[in-house]
């Protein structure tokens, strides 16, 4: 039971980027603006690896061994430098003049 509902919070963070990413589509298609399209993209990644980041942390909640708590670490680490660069990336693309 508790698997299950780790693979649905797992998935609806999946969910969440396919949209963000195929409304930056739509956009693009629409308006032709790619930074446009790639500040959307980013915030959906942001989004959706915060979702991911949860379902990771009740996966490996019962950390019992150092293998459990490194694995957590590296997983967790990646996702946070992950959603730094996207942050840095959206603040760079918003800025103004910046194409």
Avoid: W
């Avoid at 589509?25 to 399209?37: E, K």
């Avoid at 993209?41 to 980041?53: C, D, N, P």
């Amino acid at each position: 039971m508790f698997n299950h509902l780790i693979n649905l919070i797992e998935f609806v963070g999946t969910l969440i980027i396919g949209y963000y990413c195929a409304s930056a589509v739509v956009d693009l298609l629409r308006y032709g603006s790619i930074p446009i399209a790639q500040n959307i993209v980013a915030r959906g990644a942001i989004a959706g690896l915060t979702v991911k980041t949860i379902s990771t942390f009740l996966r490996f909640v019962e950390l019992r061994t150092f293998d459990q708590i490194a694995v957590f670490a590296v997983i967790f680490t990646l996702r946070q430098l992950l959603k730094r660069q996207f942050k840095l990336e959206m603040g760079v693309r918003s800025a103004p003049g910046v194409r």
